[in-house]
């Protein structure tokens, strides 16, 4: 009586067994790192390691390890300050062909990690994680809105039949429009008036011409930056969603900047890379003519850039459409090359103009542009980062730009084309990325990267860790006092279910915040009350005068039904708060839900394993319960 086949010790030995194998991680903590991983043209290799080393041991800054995997290479270090030393001197003495961004590693010993045991992530409340200042370059917006307009401007002359000498964008942000006729100037303005609502106007004469000024009001300006703020904070969360970053923190400070802290990032490397970059596309016509010519000279209204290779090409000024206008990327193969491709598709009114650009221009060339602003910090003539006034490095900031590619135009294009001449799979596979989670209406560039602690405190923190242990040691005692050899049998059985909770936390990668940690203390309330069920009824089952052992087995017997139903209304309360729920009520809903299967199997399983192997099979005279 009341024993269990040996199979079902075996399943409670391995189950338990397994959950202490993949908690166990979750005690060694972490290293402060800094990773360096490699840019388009560039690759983290053993030499790179080696080199890292040299570069560190010439400074004198010492390390406790290093890694070299797939996603690049990691140094550890013992204290966060020589880890910021280290990357600001690793990337001056790297350069740009190298991405070098901070990092938190696991401690866990290679062992562990061998079977795949890694600890659980934190969320920025509990341990803080990587923190990106970024700011938002306000002059592109103004540029935009100005080549916007002169669009505008242009599309609404011809409509309307103005014949006009010129229309060119100033320094100012103002674009002025030229012509021959004050009476054609006339006409310009009152169109103007009528359809651009948000465009203030002046006249000026320049000799024989007629200069009509138009420039965007100041509210018109600011609903654009704050447009562009709002856009960028929505791309770059769309970008973090992609990385697959839990309860990350986005969101405006100021007028144009942006806060993006990031939990439990494993490679801050990739995901610096990605928010930095500004994978904005333009698209723009070759200058046919200029480029035939062969002459040293731009013609004006058009521009010189560089291939990949380095040869030169010579595009006009104006931009056919940009990245705001692409709604779906996807990474592929090119079917007669297989070469990598990204295909794009357009909005309507992206495909509108491709279609009659392209079906304008066949024959001629039509080049993608790739743009994007890189931050550094400003070195003095000894090759030192200087300071601001509040002793923080001084950036500057440059813009790249880069012809992808210039095919030929060979038949008229419509909703839907593809960017060819890419390097490499993983190259078509982050443009794609970048380019599916939108386009930033204005670049931006990190001023500020750092570690964070944790928002709630360290202090805040360890009070808290320390009332929960001493609340948990409280039940123990009691449950020892009240309920004797069962009370400790159920304090076993709470801490086997701590330890399957935190391995099945730890298994699926979760990110823990506070919510979690009430959903974990909810948990293991639920799992005192479920051994409290069978001792009472254990008891009962005495008071009528059974047996012990026919107690013992009446006790766990009757006492699931009711911990049964009282889980499984509990689950269904979970999973309508895990549908509904954002954020942290979803986290709090995952570790209820989980902590409910595992108060099921110990409760009920592991508990009642260990009472049939203190009690079961012997004659029993009284019970300790």
Not at 406 to 416: D, E, F, M
Not at 554 to 569: H, M, P, Q
Request: aromatic fraction near 6%; glycine fraction near 8%; charged fraction near 25%.
């Amino acid at each position: 009586m009341n024993k269990y086949p040996l199979w079902k010790y075996l399943i409670v030995l391995i189950v338990v067994a397994l959950g202490a194998l993949y908690a166990i991680p979750n005690l060694f903590g972490e290293d402060p790192a800094i990773q360096i991983s490699a840019t388009r043209a560039t690759k983290v290799d053993a030499g790179t390691l080696a080199r890292v080393e040299q570069i560190l041991g010439q400074a004198k800054l010492e390390f406790t390890g290093t890694v070299l995997d797939e996603t690049g290479a990691k140094v550890r270090f013992a204290d966060t300050e020589t880890q910021i030393r280290a990357r600001d001197l690793v990337q001056q003495e790297l350069g740009d062909g190298y991405t070098v961004a901070l990092n938190l590693l696991p401690a866990t010993p290679g062992l562990l990690r061998a079977i795949g045991a890694e600890p659980m992530y934190l969320g920025l409340d509990l341990r803080g994680g990587v923190h990106f200042l970024m700011q938002v370059d306000s002059r592109a917006v103004l540029r935009k809105a100005s080549e916007s307009t002169a669009d505008d401007l242009r599309r609404m002359f011809r409509e309307s039949r103005i014949r006009y000498a010129a229309v060119n964008r100033l320094e100012s942000g103002a674009v002025e429009a030229v012509f021959r006729e004050a009476a054609e100037r006339e006409r310009a303005r009152e169109l103007v008036r009528k359809d651009l609502r948000d465009v203030e106007v002046a006249e000026s004469e320049r000799g024989s011409e007629y200069v009509l000024i138009a420039r965007l009001s100041e509210t018109a300006l600011a609903e654009k930056r704050r447009f562009a703020l709002e856009q960028n904070m929505t791309a770059l969360r769309n970008r973090v969603n992609e990385l697959g970053v839990a309860e990350p923190v986005i969101q405006q400070q100021g007028a144009d900047r942006i806060v993006v802290q990031l939990p439990g990032v494993q490679d801050t490397a990739k995901a610096k890379e990605i928010l930095g970059r500004t994978a904005t596309l333009e698209i723009m016509l070759v200058d046919e003519e200029a480029m035939s010519s062969g002459a040293s000279t731009v013609p004006p209204g058009s521009k010189l850039y560089r291939m990949r290779d380095g040869r030169p090409i010579v595009l006009k000024n104006r931009v056919i459409y940009s990245g705001d206008n692409i709604v779906d990327s996807a990474p592929g193969f090119d079917s007669q090359t297989s070469r990598p491709i990204v295909s794009i598709t357009l909005d309507a009114r992206g495909a509108s103009i491709n279609q009659r650009v392209t079906g304008e221009n066949v024959g001629r060339r039509m080049a993608v542009v790739y743009i994007e602003i890189k931050s550094e910090p400003r070195l003095d003539e000894q090759g030192r980062p200087v300071l601001d006034e509040e002793g923080r490095p001084v950036r500057v900031s440059r813009r790249v730009e880069e012809v992808i590619t210039a095919p030929v135009i060979r038949q008229q294009l419509g909703k839907r084309f593809q960017i060819e001449g890419l390097d490499s799979t993983q190259e078509a596979n982050e443009l794609s990325l970048l380019l599916r989670a939108g386009a930033l209406a204005a670049p931006v560039e990190i001023i500020e990267e750092r570690t964070v602690g944790p928002s709630l405190g360290q202090e805040n923190i360890d009070q808290g860790v320390k009332a929960t242990l001493l609340g948990f040691a409280t039940v123990v005692i009691f449950m020892v006092i009240y309920y004797k050899v069962f009370g400790l049998i159920a304090d076993l059985a709470l801490l086997v279910n701590l330890v399957l909770l935190v391995a099945v936390l730890s298994m699926f990668q979760a990110t823990l915040t506070l919510p979690g940690i009430a959903g974990i203390l909810l948990t293991l309330g639920m799992a005192v009350d479920a051994n409290v069920l069978i001792n009472e009824r254990i008891r009962e089952e005495l008071r009528n005068g059974n047996t012990p052992q026919a107690s013992i087995h009446a006790g766990y017997e009757k006492a699931f039904s009711a911990i049964l139903d009282g889980n499984v209304t509990t689950l269904i309360a979970a999973m309508m708060l895990f549908n509904f729920g954002t954020g942290p009520i979803k986290g709090f809903a995952v570790t209820l839900s989980i902590g409910i299967l595992t108060t099921m199997f110990t409760a009920v399983m592991c508990a009642r394993a260990m009472t049939n192997l203190t009690f079961g099979g012997r004659k029993l005279k009284t019970v300790p319960v």
